[in-house]
């Protein structure tokens, strides 16, 4: 994979000194890259995509689901909520599993078919794309923006610029506020907004996303991808020549040059391509795909569709560039089905059985037991006495009522709560209660018994809690 050259040249002269025009600067100066609009099939795929994950992104938190926002992460309550799955602290577990799965997709889908996400789903891409729509409205085409850059100061170029950074901010505002909207219920969020009584840390979070996403997706766009985001440097590591990526057919494209449509370029010793620089002119990173495979191609696929449509005016055939395996590229079969791809699609698919089976085989009741820490024990006329604190939590989005017993000794009973206990929907109840058992019965220092808590009405719904019971040493 070939790198971005001429960033850091050094002292070119020996020790001791040098023209000052020896002197070169260590960082490489940001040319901004003016992509040029086209069409084409992955480009209507790639807008499909944009539309998708942006209506899910901004409409999800005003969907309601069993009477709730229908995604929602409660921190203060520590509850997320996820289309009518309740998540709790004690499953933790379950969102460690999702984020496993979603590094293994990401190994996965590589391997497969390159940096599909950078090119389709990536927020960066996603928003950038956005953006660069909004400043096409506003300010033209690549030709248009390039001109309008370089032009002094007008009342036009005031008006475009101004109309440009009125969409972006009203566009990133609406972002910081839907993102702040997955935290704090999103309607109560509005009622706040209108009637400016936003919170200090919902105010701080709504402005600070909102700036991250107009730096982003306005100002810094490829060079997220190119300098800050790790998996443009490791995502390498998971290709190999089986991989599906943006290749320039050099064996037909060479050697390039301009020439009429007319013109037999075989017989003129040319190749297909006519060096008319659109893929370049496309490219969001603003590289040539035909230097070969680079870091900061993000596989968008952009100079695979405008190639297509040179080829067609040339009356040439389509895929001078286009997504294509090495091996492809060499006249060697692809192989899609290898060992790396059965290994991953097997751990994948193994961890997402297991999820799904242990989410939906979740006990909706938690409850623990501490003992007190002040008495160890007390006689008393019943028997020997030991005081806990029960905390029952109810998972279920409905209240419910349940039944304490408790095993372990002969005798043992459980005493200070009265018949069943009612726990509100979702929510922890901590009880003081006692186990009373008979003295004959508990064996020394330490005895272990069970309290079970059981869904009054629904007896399959069972949680034990293990705790140590004290009596007399004997
Ligand atoms: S768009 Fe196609 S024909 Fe034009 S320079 Fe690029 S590879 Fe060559
Ligand atoms: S080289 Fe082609 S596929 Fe890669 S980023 Fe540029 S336009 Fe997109």
Request: one cysteine or more; hydrophobic letters at 45%; charged letters at 25%.
């Amino acid at each position: 994979m070939r790198q971005r050259s001429g960033a850091c040249r050094q002292r070119a002269g020996g020790a001791g000194g040098g023209a000052a025009d020896d002197l070169v600067a260590m960082y490489q100066p940001h040319e901004k890259v003016y992509p040029r609009e086209t069409d084409g099939r992955f480009q209507r795929l790639r807008r499909l995509a944009m539309f998708l994950l942006l209506g899910f992104y901004y409409l999800t938190p005003w969907i309601q689901w069993d009477g709730r926002q229908s995604i929602l992460f409660d921190l203060p309550a520590r509850k997320f909520y996820v289309f009518g799955l309740t998540f709790w602290p004690q499953d933790f577990f379950f969102l460690a599993m999702l984020l496993i799965m979603a590094g293994l997709s990401l190994f996965f889908f590589t391997a497969l078919a390159g940096r599909l996400w950078c090119g389709y789903a990536c927020p960066q891409t996603v928003w950038t794309d956005a953006f660069l729509m909004m400043e096409r409205w506003a300010e033209g085409d690549r030709a248009k923006r390039m001109k309008l850059d370089a032009a002094p100061w007008t009342v036009d170029k005031l008006r475009r610029k101004a109309a440009k950074h009125t969409m972006w901010i009203v566009f990133a505002l609406w972002t910081g506020f839907t993102f702040v909207g997955y935290f704090t219920p999103v309607r109560q969020l509005g009622a706040e907004v209108m009637d400016f009584s936003l919170g200090p840390w919902e105010s701080f979070w709504l402005f600070f996303y909102s700036f991250a996403t107009w730096g982003n997706a306005g100002f810094l766009r490829e060079q997220v991808c190119i300098y800050m985001c790790p998996y443009a440097r490791f995502q390498s590591a998971m290709f190999d020549r089986d991989t599906l990526i943006v290749s320039y057919d050099a064996r037909r494209g060479d050697p390039r040059g301009a020439r009429a449509r007319s013109v037999d370029h075989a017989a003129a010793g040319l190749g297909d391509c006519i060096d008319c620089t659109l893929c370049v002119q496309v490219c969001p990173t603003g590289i040539d795909i035909r230097d070969g495979l680079q870091y900061e191609c993000i596989a968008c696929g952009a100079c695979a569709d405008v190639c297509d449509t040179v080829m067609d005016r040339m009356g040439y055939e389509h895929g001078l560039v286009r997504y294509a395996t090495e091996h492809e590229m060499d006249g060697e079969p692809a192989r899609v089905l290898r060992p790396r791809m059965i290994i991953y699609g097997t751990l994948l698919t193994g961890l997402f059985v297991a999820w799904m089976i242990g989410i939906s085989n979740r006990t909706p009741l938690r409850v623990d037991l501490l003992h007190d820490r002040n008495v160890l024990y007390q006689q008393t006329d019943e028997g020997i006495e030991n005081v806990y604190t029960m905390k029952l939590s109810n998972m279920r989005e409905e209240p419910r009522r349940f039944d304490l017993t408790a095993t372990g000794l002969d005798g043992l009973r459980i005493t200070g709560v009265e018949g069943q206990v009612e726990v509100a929907a979702g929510s922890v109840v901590s009880i003081p209660m006692r186990l009373v058992a008979p003295e004959t019965a508990v064996d020394g220092l330490r005895n272990d018994v069970i309290v079970r808590v059981c869904d009054s009405a629904d007896a399959s719904v069972c949680s034990d809690a293990e705790a140590r019971f004290i009596g007399p040493d004997r």
